[in-house]
Nanobody
Framework: QVQLVESGGGLVQPGGSLRLSCAAS????????MGWYRQAPGKERELVATITSGGITNYADSVKGRFTISRDYAKNTAYLQMNSLKAEDTAVYYC???????????????WGQGTLVTVSS
C-alpha cells in the first residue's frame, strides 16, 4: 500500500513563492499520475495540476503561468512550485496519486493528508 507525505506549506505574503513536495512511499509496482488538488474554506476540492508518468502536465486555468508541477521519478516525489501567489490561492493542498500495487493489478488512488497554504499580508 502507498502513502503520500506532503510538505512545504505555510504562510506567505501575496506575490511570494512556496514549493510543495509529495513523496510516495510503501510497497507498489509503479506510480502513474501524481497531482495536486486544493480545497479552500467553504469550497469544493479542485484540481490544481497533474503530471503523468510520461511527464505530461495539466494545469487549472487559475494557476497557469504561475505554478509548475514537476517530478523526480527516482524518488517517486512530485513538486509544486508556486510563484506570484495570491490570496485566493489560500487552501489546503492535497497530493493525489494513481499507482499499481502489482504489475498485474489495476490502478488504485491514494490521497495525502493535506498541507495548508495561507497567502496573506
Amino acid at each position: 500500500q502507498v502513502q503520500l507525505v506532503e510538505s512545504g506549506g505555510g504562510l506567505v505574503q501575496p506575490g511570494g513563492s512556496l514549493r510543495l513536495s509529495c513523496a510516495a512511499s510503501g510497497s507498489f509496482f509503479s506510480v502513474n499520475t501524481m497531482g495536486w488538488y486544493r480545497q479552500a474554506p467553504g469550497k469544493e476540492r479542485e484540481l490544481v495540476a497533474t503530471i503523468t508518468s510520461g511527464g505530461i502536465t495539466n494545469y487549472a486555468d487559475s494557476v497557469k503561468g504561475r505554478f509548475t508541477i514537476s517530478r523526480d521519478y527516482a524518488k517517486n516525489t512530485a513538486y509544486l512550485q508556486m510563484n506570484s501567489l495570491k490570496a485566493e490561492d489560500t487552501a489546503v493542498y492535497y497530493c493525489n496519486s494513481a499507482y499499481r500495487r502489482f504489475r498485474w493489478t489495476g490502478y488504485l488512488e491514494v490521497w495525502g493528508q493535506g498541507t495548508l497554504v495561507t497567502v496573506s499580508s
